[in-house]
């Protein structure tokens, strides 16, 4: 009796044979499932980060990032996440990694935000190379570990005077070499800014360099008629003992903290980017 081939096509495998899966399906159920994870992730960062919006209007957000003027020449960048049990969320099974991504985005976030700041700070201000060390003093004091989840930026820096500047000339004329110096120094804080006179007043001298003996370049001026015109000793050039009195400009915290609303928009995103790129790699190699 001849089989029917329908029925033979319809019969079930033998036992022990594995029934063949197309790779078209494979492919799907692959694809859908590292969507599905990909999905999450971003839907988790976007609850962390604050992104939703409530009838058109932001929802309550908060900050991960907070700048801190704390007075005094000091300010304080504190860089943290502050919705940790999304982290882990994320991270389903592996959540007992979350403290060492968190820990890993928030001081890669530390070291970029740093190294912004300088290069806002620089295009922003006249500083010569004396002024771009104080600006480089910006330091991260406190570095994230997995039981403290929190890092900071530091800087702390009394105000300069124009000798952090760029002014023209660049150098000061003193003891016999008095005699080269221009009628009038110039100089400027902000780089959208011309050179100016450093003129004077009815009480104050027209600006002027001197080095002091810490090895400091400034600006000052001389108060007049708080001392009177003699030669020194030494080289015999002429003097006065009038009392000095520096020409302020911006200190570094100042300058930073002048700066920090061109960083804010970014720094946020920053700790985002960061913080996905670890977990997508924590996730890819667990499988």
Do not use: C
């Amino acid at each position: 009796m001849r089989g029917n081939p329908s029925a033979a096509a319809a019969a079930p495998p033998l036992s022990g044979e594995a029934e063949s899966v197309p790779t078209e399906k494979l492919a799907f159920n692959k694809g859908f499932w590292t969507f599905v994870v990909w999905f999450f992730i971003e839907l988790t960062l976007k609850i962390i980060f604050g992104q939703f919006h409530r009838n058109g209007e932001d929802a309550s957000i908060v900050k991960n990032i907070i700048y801190h003027d704390t007075g005094k020449g000091r300010g304080v960048v504190e860089i943290r996440v502050a919705n940790l049990g999304s982290v882990a969320k994320a991270l389903g099974d592996m959540k007992d990694k979350s403290p060492a991504a968190i820990k890993t985005a928030i001081n890669a976030t530390a070291r970029r935000l740093r190294k912004e700041m300088i290069l806002h700070a620089r295009a922003r201000y006249a500083v010569n190379a004396a002024g771009e060390r104080h600006l480089k003093e910006l330091a991260q004091r406190r570095k994230a570990t997995n039981r403290s989840l929190k890092a900071e930026l530091y800087i702390s820096s009394l105000r300069n005077d124009l000798g952090y500047f760029e002014t023209n000339p660049s150098r000061p004329f003193m003891g016999k070499d008095v005699y080269k110096a221009p009628k009038v120094f110039k100089g400027r804080v902000l780089r959208s800014s011309a050179m100016e006179e450093l003129a004077g007043t009815s009480k104050l001298s027209k600006g002027f360099l001197v080095e002091f003996k810490s090895g400091h370049v400034g600006m000052v001026q001389r108060v007049e008629g708080t001392g009177k015109f003699h030669y020194t000793e030494r080289s015999g050039a002429p003097s006065w003992s009038d009392t000095m009195k520096t020409m302020p400009s911006p200190g570094a915290s100042a300058m930073h903290n002048a700066i920090w609303h061109e960083v804010e928009p970014d720094a946020e995103q920053y700790l985002e980017d960061y913080l996905k790129k670890k977990i997508q790699s924590i996730l890819a190699k667990a499988g």
